[in-house]
DNA sequence: CTACCTTATACTCATTATGAGTACAAGTAG
DNA sequence: CTACTTGTACTCATAATGAGTATAAGGTAG
């Protein structure tokens, strides 16, 4: 959510009521090196339509802008338009994540009522250089989301953020009677028979944020973490910016298993070792190297190009080409698309 | 998109500015004796803020209600009371589709520049008795889709899309240059190689929109259609409601693959038959009786209760409850789990 | 040049999943 | 009883998947 803090209080069609902002949020990913990042814009530009706010944070925050309800077309074109202003990006892929207007999640709103919607995007791109406007830079995902990362197995992490739920829910149901908690943390961080699902990496955020472990939790509430593991759960973002990210990066590991998305973060030609460290760095998963060429081979998204790329410290690898026909000829992709692997 | 007429301009901040109005539309769908259905309601109540409003419209509308800036929590809530009040009924299984606010799409918007954002949302439901508030009724969702119907074979319809769409596509590539269409209309009719996707249908409708072969491109515009099979291309919706319906249509095709939303749609014990029946309902398309079985079965998706049917006019079927516990113990459902097949 | 590092690519193999049947079980209607 | 209905168990060929082994083709250190 975005908003100023503007808390006055219109008057339209005869009767008062409070104002409405509406915000555009957009996650925008790519991968450098084999890290997926996401671009992140300096909190001093975090406000919404009234310049004069001070800032409300110092975390980073993801680009955004005010929808005008009077010039601007179309949410997603608003959305584009702002990104340009405020990044020198011209987006290409680009799909809408969720709109929220929960009251009370952005502190921005003021206490007099002032409400924000926000509208959150997702877009892909291969990451280049930035124009340098403003305080635009391009961030590692997983510092955001430490247990989000597998690719060099489970994370130790993990483990103290089961203990630290499980006490948790252990104290919230002794004074409650509920007792679906441990359910929730089984499946969203996949104790028992579950395994991991790397899809879900909202539920997981949001199950930490309701247990109290998240920086945010306490920044909302102007208080300071009871809980020593609060430190190391990732930095936080502004306002609820690391929800949305959540969000976006839960969106994108789920669409790579019905659609070639993965094509959208690398160059025009590219190894298959690159497309599998770019699915690699998204899902935050391994894969087996053999099978992901068979995979891919097979399921008709590439054409070989015949050049090879001299520069891979062995073997010099073909370079390959995203086959958009393969649209037309397989049922959706979806079949024998390209994926990250199940699970560790 | 939901909107009153009004185009009243408020002032707020010191500032003119073109009234924002913010709608919510709900897609509920059940299945009632092997048929999807959505809930719709009358035109007349058609109106959002306004309540002076004349009818715009004769066809069925969502269900919606406004957004209240000022005492309304999240949008989802507001969106539940606004469904229980329309129609009586409290929803369960909710989640959010999509948010438009594309300028001039929806004909209430008034010249004077008022705008309205929708956010649409997806139910899923066993359809029960309507309380008859208001004038809800469940209409079956292949009167507004025809060609989504593959249940019993490719509907002959198909044909005569496809000729009307590669007609069009003809006619605007001599005048523009763009060739695109014929690329647009294989995948999304599954022709040549492709086959049949069913998770397709805003695409579909969007494409016959763009083609000028809907309804609502002629009704949007107060002309009479061009073509006479506009005639036979389902129902027309209230605003742009069809395709926010062929949103969650698609939307519940797509996740069906993935989540095991089919047990929203049936009682808590059911047959495998009825099970199945939900399932082609809803993607449309037929599967195989054993294999269903086999892949329910082996999902660990359900629990026999040793309890049997005995209405099935054969042999007793037995009664099989939902296994939540699935959740915890597979990898998200999506493996092994329940799904409509591949393609005819 | 050779030995040895790296990464690329081809092929094998056991296991599991899928699509399409056949066969038989257990009810109802006549 | 027989005919007809729907349910349920198995079979079987084929395809997809997970996990290897083997070999190719470049670099560099000695």
Redesign the pocket.
């Known amino acids: 959510m975005s908003g100023s803090r503007a808390s006055s209080t219109g008057t339209a069609g005869g009767q008062s009521y409070p104002k409405l902002l509406v915000g555009l949020n957009a996650v925008i990913l790519a991968v450098t090196r084999d890290q997926p990042r996401v671009l992140t814009v300096g909190p001093q530009t975090a406000s919404l339509g009234d310049a004069s706010a001070k800032p409300v944070s110092t975390s980073r925050a993801l680009p955004f802008g005010p929808f005008d309800r009077e010039h601007d077309r179309t949410l997603e074109l608003c959305m584009r338009e702002a990104v340009r202003k405020q990044t020198g990006i011209d987006l290409g892929y680009v799909e809408q994540l969720y709109t929220f207007a929960d009251k009370g999640r952005d502190p921005r709103e003021g206490s007099g009522g002032s409400r924000v919607l926000s509208v959150g995007y997702l877009a892909l791109l291969q990451e280049g250089p930035l124009a340098g406007v403003e305080d635009a830079t391009w961030e590692d995902c997983y510092e955001f989301f430490p247990w989000e990362d597998w690719r060099g197995g489970k994370p130790a992490l993990i483990e103290e953020i089961e203990a630290a739920l499980m006490d948790w829910s252990g104290q919230v149901e002794q004074t409650s009677g509920g007792s679906d908690y441990r359910e929730r943390i089984d499946i969203c961080f996949g104790r028992g028979d579950a395994g991991w699902d790397a899809y879900q990496v909202l539920e997981r955020y949001e199950l930490l944020y309701e247990a109290k472990l998240v920086a945010e939790y306490w920044l909302d509430r102007s208080q300071s973490p009871t809980s020593p593991i609060s430190a190391r759960l990732g930095r936080p973002m502004a306002f609820d910016h690391r929800r949305i990210l959540a969000t976006g990066l839960g969106r994108v590991r789920g669409k790579m298993r019905y659609r070639p998305v993965a094509f959208e973060l690398i160059p025009e030609t590219f190894?298959?070792?690159r497309l599998q460290h770019a699915v690699e760095a998204i899902s935050g998963l391994r894969s087996?190297?053999?099978?992901f060429?068979?995979?891919v081979e097979?399921s008709g998204l590439v054409d070989g190009t015949g050049k090879?790329e001299?520069k891979?410290?062995?073997?010099?690898?073909?370079l390959f080409r995203f086959r958009r026909a393969v649209l037309r000829e397989r049922r959706a992709p979806g079949?024998?698309t390209l994926r990250p692997?199940?699970a560790p």
């Not at 087996?288 to 099978?291: D, E, G």
């Open positions: 190894t298959l070792l087996h190297k053999q099978n060429r068979r995979l097979r090879r001299a891979t410290g062995g073997r010099p690898a073909e079949v024998a692997p199940r």
